[in-house]
């Protein structure tokens, strides 16, 4: 499963801030936040703990999306004052640094909600703008499905500055080059070429596969 490499990344990331002093939001599914609590709890941080002493907000991805939805869809006011609302109860007790990980616009696009999905990630890309703290999102995307379409793709990718991917990336990247050369033969090398041409400087620094 994709979960335990994802649970790991952003437990490496929450735990570091944490360490350092600085405060944490986290905004998971329920299917999630359970395998996220143990993998922090690996990294040395009791997530049981209140926030007074821990330093670490957990939110239900599903029930904070839901407080700004109007008409089924989200609100940008609204979003702010959810959001501002947890950054300001993580600042009384961590004032030094803020880091964030949301799954909410990832609700959103598992649904098939892409154009709410796309809105929902610029609502966060203006916070940042206006608020000093870094954001951790995670996506359903899975490259090899009918839903990986660049006009669908593009504008989540252009909205981040990194890309993590959760699969093991030199085994696929090595599967595709044999694939590409077994398939094509002495046509290979053309193919990867104009494959380069038509990478998009844009996006996040995208994994090689």
């Not at 049981?48 to 839901?66: F, R, Y």
């Not at 090398?189 to 104009?194: F, I, Q, R, W």
Request: some cysteine; hydrophobic content about 45%.
């Amino acid at each position: 499963s994709d979960r335990l490499p994802l649970a790991q990344n952003v437990a490496a990331y929450i735990s570091q801030g944490l360490k350092r002093r600085e405060g944490a939001i986290v905004i998971a599914t329920a299917e999630h936040g359970e395998i996220f609590r143990e993998e922090l709890r690996k990294c040395g941080i009791d997530a049981g703990l209140p926030l007074a002493d821990s330093g670490l907000l957990l939110l239900d991805a599903h029930q904070t999306l839901s407080q700004f939805l109007i008409d089924g869809e989200p609100d940008e006011a609204g979003f702010r004052d959810v959001i501002a609302s947890a950054i300001g109860q993580v600042r009384a007790v961590r004032p030094a640094g803020l880091r964030a990980y949301g799954e909410m616009v990832a609700v959103l696009w598992s649904a098939g909600r892409r154009a709410s999905a796309i809105g929902l990630e610029r609502f966060w890309s203006a916070l940042l703008r206006d608020r000093d703290f870094s954001l951790f999102c995670a996506y359903p995307l899975d490259i090899f499905s009918s839903d990986f379409q660049i006009p669908r793709v593009d504008a989540l990718l252009c909205d981040h500055a990194r890309l993590i991917p959760t699969g093991e990336q030199d085994k696929l990247a090595g599967a595709i080059s044999f694939a590409i050369d077994e398939v094509l033969g002495q046509e290979a090398p053309s193919l990867k070429t104009l494959i380069k041409a038509n990478y998009r400087p844009a996006w996040a620094v995208l994994p090689e596969a």
